[in-house]
T-cell receptor, first 114, second 112 residues
């Protein structure tokens, strides 16, 4: 079975540019999460969707960050304009919502803002 | 503030011996605990979990122990193998929540 698929795997861009990260969750999973991993703060939840609806975006650091889930099989995380401090690895994860279920992660997007 | 703490950044163990990775948490509302394994340039991979109604869960070479009174859990790997060398993350969530609170990870090196 295909796992969570993220693209691109690596992104290098100059500050001020728009960055779009993409995620395809595991088929049948109705919860989707975006995380950011940095050396200083570790893995942090940015936003959580349930049945395509954003439930909690309190982890989104600034208004420059936005996320959408137009359907059950696709989500985007956008940063506009990007800044060097946004450099990190961004992970998408999905899970079933019923009961206590583990989240399954994609391989992440390593983002470098110059 | 960090609600899940892994106080050992690294651990080195000989092949065939037991690896014990530790995790402490501060939020008494946590009732679901997970361990993830992460290789470089890959995402975290779910390894094993435990509900707060249990104190032990076993899956092959991996066993997780939960001590609720001490707010402590541990992952035992027996016997350790070189392929187990990875970063291990402890995570926790509440029954009413969904967000996983992660520790900062312990890098395990299993030497032949």
């Amino acid at each position: 079975d295909a796992g969570v698929i993220q693209s691109p795997r690596h992104e290098v861009t100059e500050m001020g540019q728009e960055v779009t990260l993409r995620c395809k969750p595991i088929s049948g999973h109705n919860s989707l999460f975006w995380y950011r991993q940095t050396m200083m703060r570790g893995l942090e939840l940015l936003i959580y969707f349930n049945n395509n609806v954003p439930i909690d975006d309190s982890g989104m650091p600034e208004d420059r960050f936005s996320a959408k889930m137009p359907n059950a099989s696709f989500s985007t995380l956008k940063i506009q304009p990007s800044e060097p401090r946004d450099s990190a690895v961004y992970f998408c994860a999905s899970s079933l919502t019923r009961g206590q279920q583990p989240q399954h992660f994609g391989d992440g997007t390593r983002l470098s803002i110059l | 503030d960090q609600q899940v703490k892994q106080n050992s950044p690294s651990l080195s163990v000989q092949e065939g011996r037991i690896s014990i990775l530790n995790c402490d948490y501060t939020n008494s509302m946590f009732d679901y605990f997970l361990w993830y394994k992460k290789y470089p340039a890959e995402g975290p991979t779910f390894l094993i979990s435990i509900s707060s109604i249990k104190d032990k869960n076993e899956d092959g070479r991996f066993t997780v122990f939960l001590n609720k009174s001490a707010k402590h859990l541990s992952l035992h790997i027996v016997p350790s193998q070189p392929g187990d060398s990875a970063v291990y993350f402890c995570a926790a969530s509440t029954n009413s929540g969904y967000a996983l609170n992660f520790g900062k990870g312990t890098s395990l090196l299993v030497t032949p």
